[in-house]
């Protein structure tokens, strides 16, 4: 898979390979740590082609502090240039 990512059959130990990030999925229930994280960096947009927030482990179920993480993560998200889905559009994982 890192091969492909740095456009070559395999990698072995020791050369140097940086993969081509196109797609970044951020888990929800690490949402709120990843949103502060990104704050510490100053992150003010995202370089992959596509950031999307899922909240398909918090939606069924939320406790009360996941509530407000489904008001307040998705316009974080989005006001950085990702793709916040909404508690209840699905299910991402693969």
Do not use: W
Not at 2 to 27: F, H, I, L, N
């Amino acid at each position: 898979m890192v091969g492909k990512a740095c456009g070559v059959e395999g990698v072995r130990p020791d050369p140097y390979c940086e993969p081509k990030m196109t797609t970044v999925g951020s888990q929800d229930t690490t949402g709120p740590m990843t949103r502060d994280e990104l704050k510490d960096l100053a992150c003010l947009g995202f370089s992959a082609d596509l950031t999307m927030q899922p909240f398909c482990s918090t939606s069924a179920y939320p406790k009360p502090n996941e509530v407000n993480t489904h008001h307040t993560l998705p316009d974080f998200m989005m006001n950085r240039g990702g793709v916040s889905l909404r508690p209840g559009d699905g299910v991402i994982h693969s």
